[in-house]
DNA sequence: AACAGAAATAAGAATCATTCTTAAAAGAGG
DNA sequence: CCTCTTTTAAGAATGATTCTTATTTCTGTT
């Protein structure tokens, strides 16, 4: 636990949103002003693999990381991009129900058109 | 409609997997020696445009396509990579119950043992 | 404090999938 | 055939991510 890591750890958990590699670079930047991308995304990756922070993917896009490590899902606005958090519980024993196999784990990313999105709408 | 769209259409239609551009590429060029990537890219994306196939992601891999576009979600096996269909019924008329939102679409891809590989484990 | 060895870093080169550019080829219509 | 449009092949360019390497930081030991 470098005090890289602990920095890009904090940066992480105070953001509200879902940052890619590159904003948290940039945030961390400000305050480590020499820190290299490197060392974020081998970080990034690293926290990612033990599980302590979450990497989402989503289609022709960087990667994003969520500081949430309990099991949720996301839905991204299709025209402004914003990410939501989105609980749905049950979800995997539904699908373990359904497929009658048990799974390790699964990735759901919704399309959709936020509430201030719609209300933007013409 | 061009002769490379209906051969990279076809080959995509006779696979029984869900394979990637470049394995389509390396396909096309046993029929059609002088075809480039970039083509073979530019037919996928537009028909994946168009809505007449379906291009997948994964975490860490290039883009697969997909000839089935009844919706439909998938199971990745976690030992040895291959990626099979999943039919989730009402999944989507539940997320939106559940969410109480309308949603455009949705991707779910699952990780799992494949049952191959779980009988192969010791 | 000084040193040796191990681990993590900064910097930037390398990689890989994908998109873009451009000049040439193919197609369509008159 | 001749012009106009569309698509192609080829490869350069891009963008996210990983890898390489020399340097720095850390840890434990004397």
Chains 1, 2 share one sequence.
Do not use: W
């Amino acid at each position: 636990m470098t005090k890289q890591q602990l920095m890009i750890r904090k940066l992480l958990e105070q953001s509200e949103t879902h940052p890619t590699a590159e904003e948290l670079y940039l945030e961390a930047k400000k305050e480590m002003p020499n820190i290299s991308m490197g060392t974020v995304y081998r970080n990034l990756g690293q926290m990612a693999d033990e599980g302590t922070i979450v990497r989402l993917h989503f289609p022709g896009q960087p990667d994003h990381y969520d500081k949430t490590i309990r099991p949720h899902d996301h839905a991204i606005c299709v025209k402004c991009g914003s990410i939501a958090d989105v609980e749905l519980d049950s979800l995997k024993s539904m699908i373990e129900k359904s497929l009658n196999v048990g799974i390790l784990s699964y990735e759901l990313n919704i399309q959709c058109v936020c509430s201030s999105c719609q209300s933007k709408a013409s």
